[in-house]
């Protein structure tokens, strides 16, 4: 299996902050990842995929880049409505693995 | 727009077998290139793909789970389901069906279950 290592597991920031979030993988899934975003009692919602393109709906506040093993999901002045867990995936392999969560507290 | 929607029991005994449906609705499964997927969350903690079924039938799992798990699809009724045999108390979690789009979309899971609580518990 393809392990994925999110850094860090909390991060408290304030509205207007710019928050980067970093997604490792243990070996390339090329840019086969995705980032969600989970609030509480809720389904994840797809922001991300292919690893920087912008699921429709989605502000563009939230961007994504990297490849190969590393990969970071910045979400430019934070929104009060920003305030949740975010989660890596990777669907390099057939067998999916997602990152621990990142949780962005508010400061 | 698609719709998944989860249906099954809530509480299952431990060793016996959790068993959910997931209805989808707005589209058909019929036309749809993709993967059905079930993705399960115990309580506070991250988020564990099950496995998936794609459209053609193949299905694909997780190995710590493959042993226990099985996903079928039956596209006349627009529904794919999980199977889990032999529960414990460590499959207690939120179950999510998902829906991920063929490959050459290159979209993760776009669509989601809003996900019950099945607890295993006697």
């Known amino acids: 299996d393809i392990q994925m290592t999110q850094s860090p597991s909390t991060l408290s920031a304030s509205v207007g902050d710019r928050v980067t979030i970093t997604c490792r993988a243990s070996q390339s899934v090329r840019t086969w990842l995705a980032w969600y975003q989970q609030k509480p009692g809720k389904a994840p919602k797809l922001l991300i995929y292919k690893a920087s393109a912008l699921e429709s709906g989605v502000p563009s506040r939230f961007r994504g880049s990297g490849s190969g093993t590393e990969f970071t999901l910045t979400i430019d002045s934070l929104q009060p409505d920003d305030f949740a867990t975010y989660y890596c995936?990777?669907?390099?392999?057939?067998?999916?693995?997602f990152g621990q969560g990142t949780k962005v507290e508010i400061k | 727009q698609l719709q998944l929607q989860e249906s099954g029991p809530r509480l299952v005994k431990p060793s016996e077998t959790l068993s959910l449906s997931c209805t989808v609705s707005?589209?058909?499964?019929?036309?749809?290139?993709?993967?059905w997927a079930w993705i399960r969350q115990p309580p506070g903690k991250g988020l564990e793909w099950i496995g998936y079924v794609f459209s053609t039938g193949s299905t694909y799992y997780n190995p710590s789970l493959t042993s226990r798990v099985t996903i079928s699809l039956d596209t006349s009724n627009n529904q794919f389901s999980l199977k889990l045999t032999s529960v414990t108390a460590a499959d207690t979690a939120v179950y999510y069906c998902?829906?991920?789009?063929?490959?050459?979309?290159?979209?993760?899971?776009?669509?989601w279950g809003q996900g019950p609580l099945v607890t295993v518990s006697s």
């Open positions: 998902a829906r991920r789009p063929g490959r050459t979309t290159g979209l993760g899971f776009d669509s």
């Open positions: 995936q990777q669907y390099h392999s057939v067998s999916v693995t």
């Open positions: 707005g589209g058909s499964m019929n036309s749809s290139n993709a993967y």
